[in-house]
C-alpha cells in the first residue's frame, strides 16, 4: 500500500523541521543527511523521495524560516501593548535584544540563525536569505517611520540607511551574545543590555530633540508602501508556508510606476 500524498507531505515537513532544528544549533556543514533522518523519525535512504539532494533541502529550509521568522516579527511588532505609550519600533527592540530571543536559537531570527552559514550555502539558499534580510530591513523602516522618530540634528541618512544601520547593531549584538552565552554568561547578558540600552538612549535623543513634533506627510514613498505591503501579506498569511514566501519577490517589486496586487502572490498590475 502506498502512502498518501498528506503523508508524503507531512513527511517533507518533519525532515525540513528537524533540518532547521539542527542547522540552527549546529550548522550546516556539521550535520549529515544520516542523523538528520534519524531525528526526523526515518531512515537515511527516504531522503531522496523528497529532496535531490542537501543543497534543495537546504534551500527550503532557508525559506520556511525565512518565512515563519518575518511573519513572527511583524506579530510582535503589532501585539497589543501592555503600555499605550510603547511604540510598535520599542516593543521590537526589546524583544529582539532580549534574553529569552537570545535563547531560542530553534525559533528565533532566521537572519541571525543562519548568518553564519550564509556564505557557503548554495545559490537558491543564498537568495532566500538575501530577499528576507531585506525584508526585515523593510519591517524596520517602516517601524522606525511609524514611531515617529526624528532623524538626528545634522544627519543626513535617508530611512533605509537608518534601518540598514539599526538592524546591524541588533543582529551583531544578538550572534555576539549567542555566541559566549553558554561559556561567559554575563558578559552575553552586558552585550545584549548595553545595545539595548544605547538604542532606545538614540531614539529617545532623537525624540527629545523634536520640541513640537508634527505628523508626517509622506506624500508617494515608495520604501512605506512596500513595508505596507510585506506588513499585509504576513499578517494576513498567519502560518506563511516556504512556498508562498518564494513568490514574495515577484509580490513586492516595484519599479518606477509598477504597483503589485496582494490579492494573488503571482500577479502584478501596472
Not at 151 to 163: C, F, S, V, W, Y
Request: aromatic share 6%; charged share 20%; net charge neutral.
Amino acid at each position: 500500500m502506498g502512502v498518501s500524498r498528506e503523508q508524503t507531505a507531512e513527511n517533507r515537513r518533519a525532515i525540513i523541521a528537524a533540518a532547521t532544528q539542527l542547522f540552527r544549533e549546529r550548522g550546516v556543514d556539521a550535520v549529515g543527511l544520516s542523523e538528520l533522518m534519524k531525528h526526523a523519525g526515518f531512515t537515511q535512504g527516504g531522503f531522496y523521495n523528497h529532496f535531490e539532494s542537501k543543497a534543495a533541502l537546504v534551500s527550503d529550509v532557508l525559506a520556511s524560516a525565512i518565512a515563519e521568522g518575518n511573519t513572527e516579527f511583524v506579530r510582535i511588532a503589532r501585539a497589543p501593548p501592555v503600555d499605550e505609550s510603547t511604540t510598535a519600533l520599542r516593543r521590537y527592540i526589546n524583544w529582539y535584544l532580549s534574553r529569552a530571543h537570545r535563547d531560542d536559537i530553534d525559533h528565533g531570527c532566521p537572519v541571525a540563525g543562519f548568518a553564519g552559514d550564509a556564505p557557503r550555502l548554495g545559490a537558491g539558499a543564498q537568495s532566500h536569505f538575501a530577499g528576507g534580510l531585506d525584508d526585515q530591513i523593510t519591517i524596520l523602516a517602516g517601524l522606525i517611520a511609524e514611531s515617529g522618530s526624528p532623524a538626528a540634528i545634522g544627519e543626513r541618512k535617508t530611512l533605509r540607511e537608518r534601518a540598514i544601520s539599526l538592524h546591524c547593531q541588533m543582529v551583531g549584538a544578538l550572534v555576539l551574545s549567542r555566541s559566549v552565552a553558554q561559556i561567559a554568561p554575563a558578559l552575553s547578558n552586558e552585550i545584549l543590555e548595553n545595545v539595548q540600552r544605547d538604542i532606545l538612549a538614540s531614539i529617545d535623543g532623537r525624540s527629545n530633540q523634536a520640541l513640537k513634533p508634527k505628523e508626517k506627510h509622506y506624500g508617494h514613498d515608495p520604501l512605506r508602501e512596500r513595508y505596507r505591503a510585506i506588513e499585509q501579506f504576513f499578517g494576513d498569511q498567519g502560518g506563511v508556508s516556504f512556498a508562498s514566501a518564494s513568490a514574495l519577490g515577484s509580490v513586492l517589486i516595484r519599479n518606477g510606476s509598477r504597483t503589485w496586487s496582494l490579492a494573488s502572490p503571482t500577479q502584478r498590475s501596472d
